[in-house]
Nanobody, 127 residues
Framework: QVQLVESGGGLVQPGGSLRLSCAAS????????MGWYRQAPGKQRELVAA???????NYADSVKGRFTISRDNAKNTVYLQMNSLKPEDTAVYYC?????????????????????WGKGTLVTVSS
């Protein structure tokens, strides 16, 4: 019923920029918080940035001042602008929506789903 579709990953040189997008598809009514997580080989998945429905943001210390998270509620889309990229930013980036309200198949009922994840998009920072 609801899926998160990510785009924007790829190969970029150190110091470069990249913008990730994540759109929630389906009959979405509203989404609470959305965020970006990343996981590098041999490491646990970590929160990179999160944003509430009201626009409050939170960032991992490692990306503060370099990354910016934003969202377009009308499009049910969250973005991650990544600047001054470093090799240590290399990871698979995952989009998350913690709480989603969506219209049921019959179109008459509003339902709530929790903890949606995208499939991930690979970001590689290398020369």
């Amino acid at each position: 019923q609801v899926q998160l579709v990510e785009s924007g990953g790829g190969l970029v040189q150190p110091g470069g920029s990249l913008r990730l997008s994540c759109a929630a598809s389906g009959s979405v009514f509203t989404i609470n918080a959305m965020g970006w997580y990343r996981q590098a080989p041999g490491k646990q998945r970590e929160l990179v940035a999160a944003i509430t429905n009201g626009g409050s943001t939170n960032y991992a210390d490692s990306v503060k001042g370099r990354f910016t998270i934003s969202r377009d509620n009308a499009k049910n889309t969250v973005y991650l602008q990544m600047n001054s990229l470093k090799p240590e930013d290399t990871a698979v980036y995952y989009c998350n929506a913690d709480e989603v309200y969506y219209v049921d198949y019959d179109g008459d009922h509003l339902r709530r789903g929790m903890d949606y994840w995208g499939k991930g998009t690979l970001v590689t920072v290398s020369s």
